[in-house]
């Protein structure tokens, strides 16, 4: 029954990503071996290759889901306001990558750590990663910036670096930084930035 069989690949596939997201967590990308994955899956290792060419190919897969999802809240919120003139719009737009970061870390590091170790990945990232950066340089437009893509580049790294430090380094230097101080310390720092004031 070819429905049947769709349905199996597709539970298939979901415990793979599944048990991928608990061992990158777990143990890191770099240390993951794709039977790692089927075990923790509890698939045979060869089912692995009847969805994915590679750990790389399903860490893209991962990435897609993530923004799907980001997406879906994006055309949903009605608080979602896309001009950063306004603080609270910033706020908005922090405040969810904040949430996307914490609820996806095992995926962030792992996408960083393929990066950093493979050039041709972190091109293809950096490729997947393009419509997000020129949506947020739409954003920052508005603020009547010059350069708003490299404006939106910078901003992203600092969101980028500042939550990886709280969330994941724990850098003792910003110890006892509650989730949503971080996010006003950002809001802050970028509304100032972009309005100039």
Same mark, same amino acid.
């Given at each position: 029954?070819?429905g049947?069989?769709?349905?199996?690949?597709?539970?298939?596939?979901?415990?793979l990503?599944?048990?991928?997201?608990?061992?990158?967590?777990?143990?890191?990308?770099?240390n993951?071996?794709i039977?790692?994955?089927?075990?923790?899956?509890?698939?045979?290792?060869?089912?692995?290759?009847?969805?994915?060419a590679?750990?790389?190919?399903?860490?893209?897969?991962?990435?897609?889901?993530?923004?799907?999802?980001?997406?879906?809240i994006?055309?949903?919120?009605?608080?979602?306001d896309?001009?950063f003139?306004?603080?609270?719009a910033i706020? /908005? *737009?922090?405040?969810? &990558?904040?949430?996307?970061?914490?609820? $996806?870390?095992? @995926?962030?590091?792992?996408?960083?750590?393929? %990066?950093?170790?493979d050039?041709?990945?972190?091109?293809?990232?950096?490729?997947?990663?393009?419509?997000?950066?020129?949506?947020?340089?739409?954003?920052?437009?508005?603020?009547?910036?010059?350069?708003?893509?490299?404006?939106?580049?910078?901003?992203?790294?600092? /969101? *980028?670096q500042?939550? &990886?430090a709280?969330?994941?380094?724990? $850098?003792?230097l @910003?110890?006892?930084i509650?989730?949503?101080? %971080?996010?006003?310390?950002?809001?802050?720092?970028?509304?100032?930035?972009?309005?100039?004031?």
């Open positions: 029954m070819p049947n069989r769709k349905a199996k690949a597709a539970e298939t596939e979901a415990a990503k599944a048990a991928a997201r608990r061992v990158f967590d777990r143990i890191g990308y770099l993951t071996k039977t790692d994955i089927t075990a923790e899956a509890g698939r045979a290792a060869g089912s692995f290759y009847n969805h994915f590679s750990k790389e190919e399903l860490l893209e897969s991962l990435l897609a889901d993530m923004r799907a999802a980001s997406d879906q994006v055309e949903t919120d009605s608080t979602h896309p001009d003139t306004n603080r609270e706020r /908005w *737009h922090i405040a969810q &990558y904040w949430r996307f970061f914490r609820a $996806n870390q095992s @995926v962030v590091i792992a996408l960083q750590q393929a %990066a950093l170790v050039q041709r990945f972190a091109d293809r990232l950096s490729t997947l990663l393009e419509p997000d950066l020129r949506d947020l340089a739409d954003h920052i437009r508005q603020a009547g910036v010059a350069e708003p893509v490299a404006v939106a580049f910078a901003v992203s790294s600092m /969101w *980028h500042f939550t &990886y709280l969330l994941v380094d724990r $850098n003792p @910003v110890e006892g509650t989730d949503d101080e %971080a996010i006003e310390l950002l809001t802050d720092l970028t509304h100032r930035g972009l309005s100039g004031k």
